[in-house]
T-cell receptor, first 113, second 110 residues
């Protein structure tokens, strides 16, 4: 069965370190998204991609970057982790852009000390 | 950009009762309104959606209504069961990106 996976599921890091969160989907979807989930804020879009070599900033992109070298993967990098980036991160993918179901991964809980 | 307000933030009901969650949106260009359910420790999952050319949609015990004039849409769950306990998110799509509400924690008491 097609799926979307994230790794690691839990990560503890220190302020200033670079961290990369992996997202891999086997749906062959062109569209992939990264969200962060914080209490009181719901899900907020960090970055998204509509295809290979395409990346776009979302509403909370500062301090994060993504790259899309193939259809299956969209890794999220925190260039220099900050305590404000402690959060749960979700990756999602969809077949069509916009008016289509997004399939979410299980999430990565990141703690920055 | 789009702004989605969701109410209430928490909702507690007795098993068998109905539950209603309401959302408003700001961008009149929004034309797609999905609802996601998130169980503890999992990612959100789509449970129902509605497009702007439809006023109501039903799927077994859940239904969604849309009032484009007033820019609001609602999720209705009838005959609630303990397994309905979760966080529910509404969203609006004015173009190609989802803007989510802040979520409603629904607790169904046996």
């Amino acid at each position: 069965d097609a799926e979307i996976t994230q790794s690691p599921r839990h990560k503890i890091t220190e302020t200033g370190r670079q961290v990369t969160l992996a997202c891999h989907q086997t749906w062959n979807h062109n569209n992939m998204f990264w969200y962060r989930q914080d209490l009181g804020h719901g899900l907020r879009l960090i970055h998204y991609s509509y295809g290979v070599q395409d990346t776009n900033k979302g509403e909370v992109s500062d301090g994060y970057s993504v790259s899309r070298s193939n259809t299956e993967d969209l890794p999220l990098t925190l260039e220099s982790a900050a305590s404000s980036q402690t959060s749960v991160y979700f990756c999602a993918s969809s077949r069509l852009a916009g008016v289509d179901e997004q399939f979410f991964g299980p999430g990565t809980r990141l703690t920055v000390l | 950009g789009e702004n989605v307000e969701q109410h209430p933030s928490t909702l507690s009901v007795q098993e068998g009762d109905s539950a209603v969650i309401k959302c408003t949106y700001s961008d009149s260009a929004s034309n797609y309104f999905p609802w996601y359910k998130q169980e503890l420790g999992k990612g959100p999952q789509l449970i129902i959606d509605i497009r702007s050319n439809v006023g109501e949609k039903k799927d077994q015990r859940i239904a969604v209504t849309l009032n484009k004039t007033a820019k609001h849409f609602s999720l209705h769950i009838t005959e609630t069961q303990p397994e309905d306990s979760a966080v529910y998110f509404c969203a609006a799509v004015p173009g190609y990106k989802l803007t989510f509400g802040k979520g409603t924690l629904l607790t169904v008491n046996p």
